[in-house]
């Protein structure tokens, strides 16, 4: 059997766990990894056995035998990496955020539709167990008509998260800080469960610790949803500052019952009120161990077998636009719009 190859852009925190999964996968091979910091790619191919290291992406794109790459790079990145490997004919499965900006996410939609190549975003929540099960619910109506819900993030990053890796402060290279990079993974889920459209959000970002870098350290928010007759809100508070860490929570309310999540780690998901089937997501074998490893798996799926996959580009516009308006409103102080133009792509 030709095993998918694929390369990893970026040998840093996460792409070590992409790697993990990778390596659990017997169809998936990685053909070659890359970093700007030529040792850190170097000790990654050792750790992970491949066969081939890079130190510039260009090359690495020039030289390397891959189907596809997984791009892990600081978010200011993202954009021009994706539109060269498309260039160049290949699949792109990229690290949240697909962009900093509206504009550039809209543009590789758009590159995508016009070359027919893949370009998968790892919203990998979608995967985990408990969101996909109360998305499933949420979706099906099983939760009646969705009043309101509520998403929490309280995570904490000590200071060697900016120390180690000076671009995660920049706002010019991150785009955002808990909000955009932390909490966009289960605003995603509550945007996918709630449904409808989200139309304007008033929101607060913050420096509550961290004052030397240029990006929020905490992140509150009400989002108005259209939802077939009525309004439904969406709250959000994030944080990577909170003492101790705790779990993720997000809680979807309707007029037939409640849906309850915690995790990441150890995901379960309480259903109050309504009897509900719980659905599983898409996932086998030892690639079914980890929300992770499942979208790995999605996206190869999708690429060779052409299978759905849970997050294909468009799919990562409205939380990009949501998040914006956010930012938005808390520079304003105003409510601000989200801008619709996802609208061309998707619902
Ligand atoms: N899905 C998740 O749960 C999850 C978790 C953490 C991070 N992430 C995302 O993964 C991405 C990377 O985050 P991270 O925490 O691993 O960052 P990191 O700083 O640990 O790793 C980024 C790596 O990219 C390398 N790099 C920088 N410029 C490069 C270039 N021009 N060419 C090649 N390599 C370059 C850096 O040297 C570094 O090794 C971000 O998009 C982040 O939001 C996702």
């Not at 766990?17 to 030529?38: F, P, Q």
């Not at 709630?194 to 240029?214: A, L, N, W």
């Not at 468009?314 to 601000?336: C, D, F, N, P, Q």
Request: one cysteine or more; charged letters at 25%; a positive charge.
């Amino acid at each position: 059997m030709k095993k998918f190859k694929m390369a990893i852009v970026g040998c840093g925190d996460i792409a070590r766990y992409t790697a993990l999964g990778v390596r659990l996968n017997r169809k998936i091979e990685i053909g070659a990894c890359v970093d700007i910091d030529g040792e850190r790619a170097m000790a990654f191919a050792k750790k992970f056995k491949i066969k081939n290291s890079f130190d510039d992406y260009e090359k690495m794109l020039e030289d390397a035998d891959v189907d596809a790459v997984y791009i892990a790079s600081p978010h200011n990145l993202h954009v021009g990496m994706i539109k060269s490997a498309i260039l160049r004919g290949l699949d792109v499965f990229c690290e949240k955020p697909i962009a900093t900006t509206l504009n550039d996410a809209l543009e590789i939609c758009r590159l995508s539709k016009e070359t027919g190549r893949k370009v998968g975003v790892n919203h990998q929540y979608r995967y985990d167990s408990g969101c996909y099960a109360l998305i499933s619910a949420a979706r099906k109506g099983e939760l009646g008509d969705i009043y309101y819900g509520r998403c929490n993030v309280p995570w904490w990053r000590g200071p060697e998260y900016f120390g180690d890796a000076p671009w995660h402060g920049s706002l010019e290279r991150s785009g955002g800080g808990t909000l955009l990079t932390q909490a966009s993974h289960i605003i995603d889920v509550m945007l996918l469960a709630m449904g409808g459209r989200p139309v304007s959000v008033f929101g607060v970002v913050d420096k509550k610790v961290y004052q030397d870098v240029e990006v929020e350290d905490t992140a509150l928010g009400i989002v108005e949803i259209e939802s077939g007759r009525r309004l439904a809100h969406l709250t959000i508070s994030a944080s990577m500052i909170a003492t101790p860490e705790q779990k993720v929570t997000a809680e979807v309310y309707g007029s037939k019952g409640t849906g309850i999540y915690t995790g990441p780690e150890s995901p379960k998901v309480k259903f109050l009120g309504a009897k509900i089937k719980m659905e599983k997501p898409p996932g086998r074998g030892l690639s079914n161990l980890h929300a992770l490893f499942r979208s790995i798996e999605g996206f190869r799926r999708w690429v060779v077998d052409g299978e759905k996959y849970l997050t294909p580009v468009e799919e990562a516009l409205l939380v990009l636009s949501t998040i914006m308006a956010l930012y938005k409103s808390s520079a304003t102080g105003k409510r601000e719009p989200v801008d619709d133009r996802y609208l061309e792509f998707v619902r």
